[in-house]
């Protein structure tokens, strides 16, 4: 059973920082993309950053380069995302996300459970 097993999140005043984690098992990610989605409250999910399993590849959203970092540890199994410098627009339910061979809404085989980042001003 393929698991993305999410965790962080949380509440934060604006400009603190946040990290996610995401925990994936159950297949060989080896030929996939793994990332976050976000989706805020009556708007359209959104990917925010990807990265090949394997490494390399990596995707911002234009609305978070510069303050948001993927990265994963190998070691650990586990993919990141670093939030820093965290605006109120960046309020809303994360959800890790795995596809083949790029993240792409549409065409996304598997989902984490969602977390809930709330920021304000």
């Known amino acids: 059973q393929v698991q993305l097993v999410e965790s962080g999140g949380g509440s934060v005043q604006a400009g603190g920082s946040l990290r996610l984690s995401c925990a994936p098992s159950g297949r060989s990610f080896s030929n996939y993309a793994l990332g976050w989605f976000r989706q805020a409250p009556g708007k359209e999910r959104e990917l925010v950053a990807s990265m090949f399993w394997r490494g390399g590849g990596t995707y911002y959203a234009d609305s978070v380069k510069g303050r948001f970092a993927i990265s994963r540890d190998s070691a650990k199994n586990t993919l990141f995302l670093q939030m820093n410098s965290l605006k109120p627009e960046d309020t809303a339910v994360y959800y890790c996300?795995?596809?083949?061979?790029?993240?792409?809404?549409?065409?996304?085989?598997?989902w984490g459970q969602g977390t809930q980042v709330s920021v304000s001003s």
């Open positions: 996300a795995a596809g083949s061979p790029i993240l792409q809404l549409g065409r996304i085989d598997d």
